[in-house]
């Protein structure tokens, strides 16, 4: 596609229920990373994977979080028994090849808004 | 944890007058970014400067690093209304994971 495109835009959850929010990176893209932006806050990291591996997943917040990524493009994050914590927009990006050894640029998307009630 | 720090973390200006905001950051690095956020939702980037550059212009940007002393600047050159947003450095460390770690961000108002 023409950008990274995540989905839901917006959801809304009950305490304690289990949550999938998707991500479709650009095509060819094959690092893909998951950030956590809590209102009027930074970026906090999640979670990288390239291809289908996940060499740094030292930002997810508690074994509730998990994510994959299958067939080297489409990931999903869960948020299993969620709590209102957890609200928060969760934003997906990608890139060429990993950025550290090209510096190739990271590409956003819109995000998806969690909101925990 | 969060590496790039922005500084200051809020300015207000009047359109037309130039804006210089400053990021610095507590290890070595391959790479430094600049992104802006509107309305809190995807980031837009800016422009990369590597490790080896010290200076970088995209338009009405100017991009400086100094790994000496660990910081790097933006300038926006005759501002606009249109720039008002959050803007965030983002660093990609030497060695170990190649996550993007990104500061806190710093809210420009650019005043018509």
């Known amino acids: 596609g023409a950008g990274v495109s995540q989905s839901p835009s917006n959801k809304v959850t009950e305490k304690g229920k289990d949550v999938e929010l998707r991500c479709d990176p650009i095509s060819g893209h094959t690092a893909l990373y998951w950030y956590r932006q809590s209102l009027g806050q930074g970026l906090e990291f999640l979670i990288y994977?390239?291809?289908?591996?996940?060499?740094?997943k030292s930002g997810l917040p508690s074994d509730r979080f998990s994510a994959e990524r299958t067939g080297g493009s489409v990931s999903t994050l869960t948020i299993q028994r969620t709590q209102q914590e957890d609200s928060a927009v969760y934003l997906c990006?990608?890139?060429?090849?990993?950025?550290?050894?090209?510096?190739?640029?990271?590409?956003f998307g819109e995000g998806s808004w969690l909101t925990v009630v | 944890s969060q590496q790039g720090e922005e500084d200051p973390q809020a300015l207000s200006i009047q359109e037309g007058e130039n804006a210089t905001m400053n990021c610095s950051y507590k290890t070595s690095i391959n790479n430094l970014q600049w992104y802006r956020q509107n309305s809190g939702r995807g980031l837009v980037h800016l422009i990369l400067?590597?490790?080896?550059?010290r200076e970088k212009h995209s338009g009405r940007l100017r991009v400086t690093l100094d790994t000496s002393k660990k910081s790097s600047s933006l300038l926006i050159t005759a501002s606009r209304a249109a720039d008002t947003a959050s803007y965030f450095c983002a660093t990609m460390a030497q060695g170990g994971s190649e996550k993007l770690v990104f500061g806190k961000g710093m809210k420009l108002t650019v005043n018509p």
């Open positions: 994977f390239q291809g289908n591996s996940a060499p740094d």
């Open positions: 990006a990608s890139s060429t090849t990993s950025g550290r050894l090209s510096g190739n640029t990271i590409y």
């Open positions: 400067i590597r490790s080896n550059e």
